[in-house]
Structures are given as C-alpha cells and as structure tokens.
C-alpha cells in the first residue's frame, strides 16, 4: 500500500479548500469499505485523504414536501432501518438490505455507496490491462471472463458493470445528488450521476473531482408505498453480487389500473438502467403478464452478452416480469435473510 497523508477538517469550507486545486491527489474519505480496499490492492492511490467524518451530513430528514433528505454520511444500515425510509419508501429499505453485509452496512456511508467501483476482477488484476483503471491500456474482460459484466450500455472500451444495489432503487426513485465546490452547490438528477463508458470508462459519474456529495434528495413517493419489490438474484444468498437486480414501483388505482410505473435494473450495465418509455408502457393497463413481458423486451432492447453472460439477457427479462407481478401483490419488506 502506498504513503498516504491525512487530515480531518471540521468544517465543509475547509474540506473544500484542502481539495480545491489539488484534484487527482486528494479524496474524500468516509466509510472507506470500498476506497481503502482499492489502496490496498494498488488499483487506486491517494497522495492525501481529506477524512470528511466530521461534517454534519449524517442525518435523515423529511423535507417539507413530503419527500426526505438522506445524508451523505449518513450509514447505509442508518438508512435502511430508519422509520421514514421503512415508511415512505421501502424498495429503498429492501434494496439497500439486499446489500453487502451487515458489518459493511454499518460502516458505508450513503455518498460513498453512489461512488463505489465496479467489482469486475480485472479491474482489480493489476497484471491485466484495463481502461477503467487507466484509460488507454485496453479490456481484458472482453473475450475473457464475462459472467458478471454488462448487457447493456457497454463499449468496445469496457463492459463492467456498477454493483450498488441501493442505486438500483435511487434510479427507480427519482432522486436528486446535492453535491458542493469552493465553485458553488448544484444538484445532479440520479440518472444523470453515473455515467456509461463510451470512450472514457476510467470516469464513472458527472461529479467533478472537487466536488462533495452532501445530500440525496427523494421526492415524495406515496403512490408507490403499497406496490414496490427489489428483486436482486445472484449466485449466493449474502454478501453477493447482484447479476441482475429489479427495482419495480407500481401506482395501481382504485379500478385496478396502472396510474404509473418506476422500473431500473442493476447488474446489467455502468449504471442503474432504466428507460421511461418502457414505464410508459405500463400505465392506463391492468397488470398482466404478457403485458409485463412486453415492457421487459422493451426495457432490453439493445442487450448484447459476451458468450458466458449472454444468459442474462433471458434472467434479466423473466426477472422484471416475475418483480412487477409480485409488485402487484404489494410490497413486503426485507426479512431478514440477507443479515446472516
């Protein structure tokens, strides 16, 4: 691992400043589960850790409208378990469950879970080359071992996948990054946030290196209280990846009707995925199975596997069927299983 410095600023004006002018040499840092592993491993490397605990953004608020304000170093478990997250939003309760392990729960920090790196083995290899380590060097998944990587959105210059789970939901949910410079605030819709790989794989997001995550806004979310699943299926129960993951959100009307639809996959692309036209398709219908086929095909339109992931594409379109039926039945919160 290589020398780092450290400093623990206590206010968000000098966290700022330490970073501003010095991007590339300095991160943030806060749970650390996913930077500190990548330091580890020499896949990632910082001159100079600016510690960010000490900043007032571990709460979760309601806002006035009716929505809720998430922290950004508020703790993944924090969020999962807090009464209004269970309340008003539960696929973001059931998604981020879904997720990790306890231990990890406990110590990730909700900016850090939008930021964290792709899980793809080559990535992590230093011996392989790889363009979302250091763009130019080539992909060694393509043609190599590509269980895990994307269906969707990839490019000839990379196909790994994002593996948040609690994103997946944030998509669905329509939430808004709040993110602060020495510029200035500005706040980033989430499906804007990440980024697909295209020519520059090595850069994830929209976040610019001097820029701090504050707060994840949700807007208000009451009509899909009652008929929301995340769905995650993976090669074991805990502590796994997901190889494709479905945050399904129905608005189902007194007469029976679809008012409206919220769908994201995860596991299948560089970001959450999602496609309003195929929720599109879902409204002013009865919820029905072939009806639900129809928007899968839709929301898959352009997969793509790499030979020992082509079996996605099938898992990916049988999965939001089965999501957006159980949807139907209504939402039923995490048990549990995945805290072993």
């Not at 809720?68 to 469950?97: C, F, K, M, Q, S």
């Not at 789970?165 to 669905?172: G, N, Q, S």
């Not at 608005?251 to 029976?256: L, V």
Request: charged share 20%.
């Amino acid at each position: 691992m290589n020398p780092f410095s450290y400093s623990h600023p206590d206010s968000l004006q000098a966290a700022l400043n330490t970073v501003a002018g010095n991007e590339g040499a300095i991160r943030f840092i806060a749970g650390g589960t996913n930077l500190l592993d990548l330091m580890k491993e020499g896949v990632m490397e910082a001159p100079h850790l600016v510690d960010i605990n000490g900043l007032p953004y571990d709460s979760i608020e309601a806002g006035p409208d009716g929505g809720l304000l998430l922290g950004a170093l508020a703790r993944n478990a924090d969020t999962a378990y807090h009464p209004l997250v269970r309340e008003r939003y539960p696929l973001l309760a059931n998604a981020i469950l879904a997720g990790a392990s306890p231990q990890l729960r406990n110590m990730a920090s909700n900016g850090g879970n939008l930021l964290q790196r792709t899980r793809c083995l080559y990535f992590y290899d230093l011996a392989t080359p790889c363009n979302k380590r250091r763009n130019g060097e080539g992909c060694s998944a393509i043609g190599g071992v590509t269980r895990q990587h994307a269906i969707l959105g990839a490019s000839e210059h990379c196909i790994a996948t994002h593996p948040s789970d609690m994103c997946v939901a944030l998509a669905a949910l329509d939430a808004v990054v709040h993110v602060e410079s020495a510029r200035g605030k500005r706040e980033i819709p989430f499906t804007a946030f990440h980024r697909l790989p295209e020519d520059r794989p090595d850069i994830d997001t929209t976040l610019a290196p001097d820029e701090l995550i504050t707060h994840i806004a949700l807007p208000p979310a009451d009509e899909y209280r009652a008929h929301s699943v995340y769905m995650k299926l993976r090669e074991r129960l805990s502590y796994a990846f997901a190889l494709v993951s479905v945050a399904a959100a129905l608005d189902i009307g007194a007469d029976g009707a679809i008012r409206s639809a919220r769908l994201a996959l995860g596991g299948v692309a560089h970001k959450p995925w999602r496609n309003p036209q195929a929720e599109a398709m879902l409204a002013g219908n009865r919820p029905d199975e072939a009806l639900f086929g129809d928007a899968a095909d839709f929301l898959l339109q352009g997969a793509v596997g790499q030979g020992a992931n082509d079996f996605k594409i099938p898992l990916a379109r049988n999965a939001i069927v089965r999501a957006l039926l159980a949807a139907t039945e209504g939402t039923a919160m995490n048990t549990g299983e995945n805290d072993d």
